[in-house]
């Protein structure tokens, strides 16, 4: 076949196949637009899951009569003119071929009325490439635009359609996710008559998570965390879900990248890292987090439907997502004040902190309990222990029914003594059954499970007295030789010093035979050629790895719950105490190293309600 020039709606239809994928797609084009025109209330109606109606009625700038047919045209738009604009792109939307692949596949309308005009215009168009001229007609500031019959030219794809209501879902999940990226702009959506959002324009913090709860629904904004951070040029803010509210998919990450959201594996990658320690396998952290940076830091345009990008820095930005979101979720234990943002520089005393569970009622009036009397007893009762265990941390043996304050616990439960507070994990009790620490606090009742709080925090000792000891060597008897690629025995010989530190000692043999001559003396009876291939990999993708000291931690994870109280055993008040002291000031206490929560908070305010007090 001789080479010839397409026709132009030919060429239309063809990028409506990369554009219009669904309905759905058409929802996205259009209101992508529409914010990027300043719309601060956006009015969608959709009819029969999209197919036979799509109308988008925004109060942006609108578009002057000369220009109506120009927006219909191919790589006409108003967001780029130069490759310098290409190159700091601000807008959504910038390619100039959504709206005339739309056209190509449906019968549109669009009516609009520019701001610096009196009169409003509107242009009609039947899947071709020619359009009515534009005529007069009523309509406010803003554009309507009204996508009929979608795909009614194109039978082949209007058969790969799902059912009305498949199709309504993702049309549901796309303005949900752009909702997310604009709060101060009100956006509506319904389904024939019924509507089905209706979110107002969040103009504080407060308002937003209003927003937020709407959409992830309210357990998450119960269980989350509030981080913003800012450093080497960029910023960092959003929720992150409390290892508590972990999910079996994917379903709740949402990552916006300057207002766009994207998947990124960088990003995926370094939110998983970052929350490895604290959650079960195979289990996925919910979270809704946006990005700021140099537009020319970021290219947009690495895919035809934008949802992809690439950093020009990826490795800064994998780091900086990871040490925040790291530092945030190992700042998580019990604090009785309202958490503020979480930020890179922040000390010990005023770090952002996050309730487990329940959040505490910081209205409530604070209870009139003798602080300076009861502390008296437990100081004295601290001082009954005789312990001449060389770690605090770990009870006197396996079988030991006792838990052995550590030094810092006392020391803190006496200077609760000499101020009168109440701790934020208040006074014990009793001890329920041998295995739930009963306490009382400012707030009301804190239920703790004991095997688990103490299992968290055993393994936070391991895991410093590791770090602060270095990590011990232990040659092979017999070396181990890998099979590996030239290209990842080039990578392990470039990362040499980063095996040794970790304590292995890796030789080249062969341009393709790597040799184990040493390894970690914890990883002795793990699989290490496997665990080197890992490694190589994820250096290979990423630039770093974190699976030897992941595969390191698990086996500390082992020995912290094999060292730790367990159920049915017998605690005092002194030790149960102590156990509560060390709790507030080990990182990531609030869940065990299985991801369990280890307390939770009943307020008075949830205790009456239980016996229906004042009803």
Not at 543 to 568: D, F, K
Request: hydrophobic fraction near 35%; proline fraction near 5%.
């Amino acid at each position: 076949m001789a080479i010839q020039q397409l026709p132009s709606h030919l060429i239309n239809q063809i990028a409506a196949g990369e554009v219009v994928e669904r309905p759905a797609s058409v929802v996205k084009e259009l209101l992508e637009n529409s914010l990027d025109a300043g719309a601060t209330q956006i009015e969608l109606e959709i009819e029969q899951g999209g197919s036979k109606r799509i109308r988008i009625r925004d109060n942006g700038c609108g578009i002057p009569k000369d220009e109506l047919s120009l927006a219909l045209s191919r790589h006409a738009t108003s967001k780029i003119a130069s490759l310098d604009d290409l190159e700091h792109v601000r807008s959504l939307g910038f390619r100039g071929e959504a709206l005339p692949s739309i056209a190509s596949v449906s019968r549109l309308t669009i009516s609009s009325k520019s701001e610096a005009h009196q009169q409003s215009w509107t242009l009609s168009g039947n899947g071709g490439d020619e359009f009515d001229q534009p005529e007069p007609c009523s309509h406010p500031q803003g554009t309507t635009i009204d996508v009929r019959d979608l795909f009614f030219n194109v039978p082949a794809r209007r058969k790969f359609l799902k059912t009305e209501k498949t199709e309504f879902r993702h049309i549901e999940d796309v303005v949900k996710k752009i909702s997310l990226s604009r709060f101060k702009t009100g956006i509506s959506l319904k389904h024939g008559s019924k509507t089905v959002l209706h979110l107002q324009p969040a103009k504080d913090r407060t308002s937003s998570e209003r927003r937020v709860a709407e959409i992830f629904g309210p357990a998450f904004m119960e269980q989350s965390l509030y981080v913003e951070v800012e450093a080497t040029g960029l910023r960092l803010w959003g929720w992150v879900g409390l290892p508590t509210f972990s999910r079996s998919q994917a379903d709740l990450q949402y990552f916006y990248v300057n207002e766009r959201i994207i998947r990124d594996r960088i990003v995926t990658h370094a939110v998983r890292q970052a929350y490895q320690d604290v959650l079960y396998h195979g289990r996925h952290p919910a979270y809704l987090l946006f990005l700021e940076l140099d537009p020319e830091q970021v290219d947009v345009n690495a895919h035809p439907t934008k949802h992809e990008v690439r950093f020009r820095e990826a490795r800064l930005v994998h780091d900086f997502l990871y040490r925040t979101l790291h530092k945030a979720l190992a700042d998580i234990r019990p604090n009785a004040t309202e958490q503020e943002p979480t930020h890179l520089n922040n000390t010990a005393d005023n770090r952002g902190q996050a309730q487990n569970n329940y959040p505490f009622q910081n209205t409530q009036a604070n209870l009139t309990i003798p602080v300076r009397d009861q502390m008296e007893v437990y100081k004295q009762l601290h001082q009954a222990p005789d312990s001449k265990n060389s770690n605090p941390f770990i009870p006197h043996s396996p079988n030991s029914n006792s838990y052995t304050p550590s030094s810092l616990a006392i020391q803190t439960e006496n200077n609760y003594s000499d101020t009168g507070e109440i701790p934020p994990l208040g006074f014990a009790l009793a001890q329920l059954h041998g295995i739930f620490i009963l306490a009382e606090n400012a707030q009301g009742l804190i239920i703790v499970d004991m095997h688990a709080a103490h299992e968290r925090i055993t393994y936070e000792h391991l895991k410093k007295s590791m770090a602060k000891d270095n990590i011990r060597s232990q040659p092979l008897l017999v070396p181990n030789p890998v099979a590996v690629s030239k290209k990842e025995a080039n990578c392990a010989i470039e990362h040499a010093e980063v095996f040794e530190q970790l304590g292995f000692s890796i030789d080249r043999l062969a341009p393709e035979k790597l040799v184990i001559r040493a390894v970690p003396s914890l990883l002795k009876k793990a699989d290490t050629a496997s665990l080197l291939r890992d490694v190589l990999a994820d250096l290979l993708q990423h630039g770093s790895s974190e699976r030897i000291q992941q595969t390191m931690n698990e086996i500390l994870s082992t020995m912290a719950c094999h060292g730790s109280v367990r159920a049915n055993h017998k605690l005092n008040v002194a030790e149960m105490n102590a156990l509560l002291r060390d709790m507030e000031r080990t990182e990531r206490s609030g869940q065990c190293n299985h991801g369990r929560p280890t307390w939770t908070q009943l307020t008075l305010d949830q205790l009456d309600k239980l016996f229906m007090r004042g009803q």
